[in-house]
T-cell receptor, first 113, second 116 residues
Framework: KAGVTQTPRYLIKTRGQQVTLSCSPI?????VSWYQQTPGQGLQFLFE???????NKGNFPGRFSGRQFSNSRSEMNVSTLELGDSALYLC????????????FGQGTRLTVV | AQTVTQSQPEMSVQEAETVTLSCTYD???????LFWYKQPPSRQMILVIR??????QNATENRFSVNFQKAAKSFSLKISDSQLGDAAMYFC?????????????FGKGTKLTVNP
């Protein structure tokens, strides 16, 4: 069974640009969550999607948005990039059930210059 | 809001020895889940062990075990017979059991070094 796939693995963007990151969950998983990881703030929850609906959102500005498609694949978009958006963005997928675990992808390393 | 605190930014252990990583959390809920995740240099977060708050018995997975003290809101991870491959960042995480959310709240992590 293939794991969670995030593309691209690395990305360099310029301030003011926008970026789209992609996450393909494990087959059958309908919940996809996104996290931002930085040395200073650690791992912070961005948002969660389930069956194409945003179910929960973290405390990030509106420049951060996401969506989920009918095949459960998810994208997150960051507009008007700032230097502080440089981070590792992690995606996690999960199947239904309270006790099941979330599986993480290897992340996308975004560098804003 | 729930918070998770890992008070040890770095720890080191000799190969084959035992090490304990600390984690405390704050919540007003009675039902929740606690996790320890490992993040090696490859960056992929890997689940090490999981504890359901309603279970009094401490979880164990091979060389990994937890000491779950619900009243004290403490959730430490013990690694026995440490191996070089255990070197990684370890994150403690909390997840609500109710509310239909899969949101994980993470601690800042503990960097574990294993010395040969």
């Amino acid at each position: 069974k293939a794991g969670v796939t995030q593309t691209p693995r690395y990305l360099i963007k310029t301030r003011g640009q926008q970026v789209t990151l992609s996450c393909s969950p494990i087959s059958g998983h309908r919940s996809v969550s996104w996290y931002q990881q930085t040395p200073g703030q650690g791992l912070q929850f961005l948002f969660e999607y389930f069956s194409e609906t945003q179910r929960n959102k973290g405390n990030f500005p509106g420049r951060f948005s996401g969506r989920q498609f009918s095949n459960s694949r998810s994208e997150m978009n960051v507009s008007t990039l700032e230097l502080g958006d440089s981070a590792l963005y992690l995606c996690a997928s999960k199947s239904l059930g309270l006790v099941t675990e979330a599986f993480f992808g290897q992340g996308t390393r975004l560098t804003v210059v | 809001a729930q918070t998770v605190t890992q008070s040890q930014p770095e720890m080191s252990v000799q190969e084959a020895e035992t090490v304990t990583l600390s984690c405390t959390y704050d919540t007003s809920e009675s039902d929740y889940y606690l996790f320890w995740y490992k993040q090696p240099p490859s960056r992929q977060m890997i689940l090490v062990i999981r504890q359901e708050a309603y279970k009094q018995q401490n979880a164990t997975e091979n060389r990994f075990s937890v000491n779950f003290q619900k009243a004290a809101k403490s959730f430490s991870l013990k690694i026995s017979d440490s191996q070089l491959g255990d070197a990684a960042m370890y994150f403690c995480a909390y997840r609500r059991a109710q509310g239909g959310s899969e949101k994980l709240v993470f601690g800042k992590g503990t960097k574990l070094t294993v010395n040969p």
